[in-house]
């Protein structure tokens, strides 16, 4: 009998990353304006909050999908599909700030490290795992 796929998907232009890019756009905003900060510590922190507010700009997307047949991952820049088969074991962990990690062990020796924004949160993709045969274990705070 074959297991109901398993998709997740996470979207930049949701409640958190909407606050986190008001947030900064208000503190750039306040180094302009109120604190007539130097050009160049402006500059500085436009280039750093400037990927994140592209990101929500164009509602950037990822996602992890695992059927009978493979675990696949996207996060816009990249693609990475793996046949079960192919996975000697799964390390996944929670991180002190309850952020998911997780790396893929193949049987070739190469090691592929999930994005973090694929990862669905608590233990959702150990159940998926689990109930397709894939090995992993739980490690505490690193891989």
Not at 56 to 80: S, Y
Not at 91 to 107: A, C, M, N, P, W
Request: with cysteine; hydrophobic share 45%.
């Amino acid at each position: 009998m074959a297991a109901e796929p398993f998709s997740f998907e996470r979207r930049a232009r949701r409640p958190f990353g909407l606050a986190m890019v008001t947030a900064a756009l208000l503190c750039l905003s306040l180094l302009i304006f109120a604190v007539d900060a130097h050009p160049v510590i402006v500059a500085l922190f436009a280039v750093v909050t400037g990927p994140a507010v592209w990101d929500v700009f164009r509602d950037a997307r990822a996602t992890l999908q695992i059927n009978d047949k493979r675990l696949a991952w996207n996060t816009g820049h990249h693609e990475i599909t793996v046949p079960l088969g192919e996975i000697r074991e799964a390390v996944l962990s929670t991180s002190f700030d309850f952020s998911q990690r997780g790396k893929i062990h193949l049987s070739d020796g190469r090691r592929l490290r999930i994005p973090p924004q694929c990862m669905p949160g608590g233990r959702t993709l150990d159940a998926a795992l689990e109930l397709r045969a894939v090995p992993y274990r739980r490690s505490l705070f690193g891989n």
